[in-house]
């Protein structure tokens, strides 16, 4: 009998393009051998091209669904991404504070706006964020953008990183990767809570020239709740994801008017010409 994957929750918005948000977030779980279940917070109109709106679902829907799910199947980790208004906020921390016990290894990539601009998230819902979600997350993946909006201060460069990470530290986060691939050199930094204090780790790579970059945030964060619902150490875990979202990036192909998204199942390809060269005679 197969061995049962681990089950990771996604709780996002979602994007019809399947570039970022819950579809998204299920091909990425499935790209790490984990089985993915979802609980959608908003609706939006977009594709490659940008957001054009967004509309937040019920927070009893979002509070329901989350209870229904967590009743039925043993989570393993969880991705928290667009949550799309406060009231949605205060319906996923409710459901945090009261299973707890039942949803470990919490991911949480604060989405504030899109890459095109559009706001995804409203003033009143990041302040409840701020105060509610980060300290109950695991791991926060902001990139240097959110990192800057969490935190007031500006985010440029790895020294400025490290002053945000412990500030967030601050806030009550027990560990942050901020990413930096919009910076000129791909840098990352993971600041984390050890029995001997802060410990870090910096992850650098060439950035890649691709349009092939829509939903590296929710790759990124995914990747790493799998990892973790894996076992793997939130050091490994980091660089795993790292890895991870540069393949699907440099794999990525053309798609839409905008900007295309990653290739979350490249791997697939690869199989697929492994397979076929091994039947070549």
């Given amino acids: 009998m ?7 929750l996604s709780i ?3 994007d019809p393009s399947s570039g970022a948000g819950v579809t998204a977030d299920i091909k990425t779980i499935a790209a790490h051998g984990c089985y993915g279940v979802a609980c959608i917070t908003a609706m939006t109109v977009q594709s490659t091209a940008g957001v054009r709106r ?35 906020v205060k319906a996923v921390v409710e459901f945090l504070d009261s299973y707890r016990a039942k949803v470990p290894n919490i991911v949480l990539d604060p989405i504030l706006k899109s890459s095109s601009g559009a706001e995804l998230l409203d003033a009143a819902g990041t302040r409840l964020l701020i105060e509610k979600l980060v300290p109950l997350a695991d791991v926060i993946t902001p990139n240097v953008d959110e990192a800057a909006a969490l935190t007031g201060l500006k985010v440029t460069d790895l020294d400025e990183m490290r002053a945000a990470a412990a500030k967030l530290h601050r806030m009550g986060s027990a560990a942050v990767v901020i990413t930096g691939g919009h910076l000129e050199k791909a840098i990352d930094l993971l600041s984390f809570n050890a029995k001997s204090g802060v410990e870090e780790e910096v992850f650098k790579a060439e950035r890649q020239r691709s349009n092939s970059t829509h939903g590296t945030g929710c790759a990124f964060a995914t990747a790493m709740a799998c990892h ?3 076992g793997r150490g939130i050091a490994e875990a980091a660089l795993l994801a790292k890895t991870y979202v540069s393949s699907a990036i440099a794999a990525g192909h053309p798609l839409g008017h905008g900007t295309s998204p990653v290739h979350h199942l490249y791997r697939m390809n690869e199989q697929r010409r ?7 005679s």
Avoid: C, H
Avoid at 2 to 8: H, L, M, S, T
Avoid at 54 to 61: F, G, K, M, R, T
Avoid at 274 to 280: C, P
């Fill in 54 to 88: 967004v509309e937040a679902l019920d927070p009893s829907l979002v509070r329901e669904t989350l209870e229904e799910l967590a009743s039925d199947v043993p989570i393993a980790a969880v991705r928290i991404g667009m949550l799309g208004s406060a009231k949605v």
């Fill in 228 to 230: 973790l619902a894996l």
């Fill in 274 to 280: 492994a397979a076929g060269s091994g039947n070549q």
């Fill in 2 to 8: 197969a061995e049962k994957p681990p089950i990771v």
């Fill in 12 to 14: 996002a918005g979602f």
